[in-house]
């Protein structure tokens, strides 16, 4: 395995900047000329010129749903890009046992470094303290680790800022209009994942005295589950004027029932980013007029980041000497608006 020197090295590791942005989704690379590659105190950042090869183990879970399909394609894609960059990925399992034994097995393998999206945070910990220990970086992808000492850096999106920015676009949309009535879709509410995104989204609404929120049913992330759940709550409910719904996929369902019901009295806001979420903002023809992202490009950005620790660089636009502790991605909101803009980031 490719070793840093040692003062560097336990920099890498246990470094403590931190940051929240949107903005550095992809700021670990810098297409600046080679002159102001460095900062002004001569900080090294990572650019798309080859530099020390770097083996990036990455171990997620089953892609057993678009956005985590998403998340496999988008770090094979990124490494893909870089001469410089093995990438050791793993199958994929939501049995824990299972995830933690191929974990080990790049670990065993001395990888450079890590990118870990755990089928449970609070259940692989262990492991990822294990590779820190061996002295191997490691990224922790969206759902994070129970402990900051398991990972040197986390990068994922933000699930309150979801629901915050789905509850402001429609809280703007019913301004003005007195006893505006708003229903919620969620997901699963035994995560808090799923929790975060209510919450968010109470949370704006509080700033919009003329809408109630009447009604809330949790789905199960999928696209059978959206479409019961969906029904369920038209039938209960035979007017409101807006719907937000935490997830994409369970949207197809939850379009299903509306369309099966005759609805088109409300409009409807999306979570994810889907493609097809994208396409009918696009088309315009639906309830849906809007999805909040929760990028799978975070994966590539992983990349990116265990790539730039690999190699013992810092992040383009900052004059710290390492990457960050922390990057949390911010949710946009599409429309139409600005639909093209982000389609081509739309997953399947």
């Not at 609404?205 to 003329?210: I, R, W």
Request: net charge negative; proline share 4%; aromatic share 6%.
């Amino acid at each position: 395995m490719a070793r840093t020197p040692a003062t560097s090295r336990r920099a890498l590791l246990f470094g403590t900047a931190a940051v929240s942005a949107g903005a550095l989704l992809t700021a670990c690379t810098s297409n600046e000329p080679k002159d102001q590659e460095q900062a002004a105190d001569n900080v090294p950042v990572a650019d798309d010129k080859p530099g020390k090869q770097v083996t990036i183990g990455f171990a997620g879970p089953q892609a057993d749903h678009g956005w985590l399909n998403a998340i496999n394609d988008n770090a094979k894609s990124r490494a893909e890009k870089y001469s410089d960059v093995t990438l050791e990925i793993t199958e994929g399992s939501n049995d824990t046992a299972q995830q933690i034994g191929q974990i080990q097995t790049l670990i065993n393998k001395k990888v450079d470094v890590l990118v870990v999206l755990p089928a449970d945070g609070k259940a692989l910990t262990q492991v990822g303290l294990q590779a820190m220990r061996a002295g191997i970086p490691v990224v922790n992808l969206d759902r994070v680790f129970a402990s900051p000492q398991a990972y040197r850096c986390w990068i994922g999106g933000d699930n309150y800022g979801m629901g915050l920015n789905a509850g402001h676009y429609i809280g703007e949309q019913l301004k003005g209009k007195e006893g505006a009535k708003v229903v919620e879709l969620a997901g699963l509410d035994n995560l808090e994942l799923t929790q975060q995104r209510t919450k968010g989204f109470d949370d704006a609404l509080k700033n919009y005295p003329n809408i109630k929120k009447v009604a809330r049913q949790a789905a199960d992330f999928t696209v059978e589950s959206g479409q019961a759940k969906m029904a369920q709550l038209l039938q209960a409910q035979s007017k409101f004027d807006a719907l937000w719904n935490h997830d994409d996929d369970q949207g197809v369902g939850a379009l299903r029932a509306i369309d099966q019901a005759g609805r088109d009295d409300f409009l409807m806001v999306g979570g994810a980013g889907a493609k097809s979420a994208m396409d009918a903002i696009k088309a315009g023809d639906s309830v849906l007029k809007a999805t909040v992202l929760y990028p799978p490009t975070m994966a590539a950005s992983a990349i990116d980041l265990a790539r730039a620790l690999g190699q013992g660089k810092g992040v383009g636009g900052l004059a710290e000497f390492e990457i960050p502790s922390s990057l949390t991605l911010y949710s946009a909101v599409v429309t139409k608006d600005n639909v093209e803009q982000y389609l081509p980031t739309g997953f399947v």
